[in-house]
């Protein structure tokens, strides 16, 4: 089964910003709604962020104003702007199938993963 490829990471300090991009296959795509999700060391996977093929989004909490996910249908890319980064946003983020917030994902083919550390 194809996995999704996450990519954009990097090292950034607190305040900075990065641009997440994910391309997943037209079958994981299709007219599923997609999410980031991420996971922190010692913590479980959880939805930051989804966003329906219509254009709908919902967001975690603690990400609102900050992050806005996007996706390009055509194209089958996934897309999270992330501004004003913090600390607690060190994470490496998944993006798959989803839209309920802090959610861990029932998607079964997870790919790597890109790393966002966000430290001074």
């Known amino acids: 089964q194809e996995q999704p490829v996450e990519s954009g990471g990097g090292l950034v300090q607190p305040g900075g910003s990065l641009r997440l991009s994910c391309a997943a296959s037209r079958r994981i795509f299709s007219d599923n709604p997609m999410a980031w999700y991420r996971q922190a060391p010692g913590n479980q996977r959880e939805l930051v962020a989804a966003i329906t093929s219509g254009g709908y989004t919902n967001y975690k909490e603690s990400v609102k104003g900050r992050f806005a996910i996007s996706r390009d249908n055509a194209k089958t890319m996934l897309y999270l702007r992330m501004n004003y980064l913090k600390p607690e946003d060190t994470a490496v983020y998944y993006c798959?199938?989803?839209?309920?917030?802090?959610?861990?994902?029932?998607?079964?083919?997870w790919g790597q993963g890109t790393q966002v550390t966000v430290s001074s």
């Open positions: 798959a199938p989803g839209w309920v917030v802090g959610s861990q994902g029932t998607f079964d083919s």
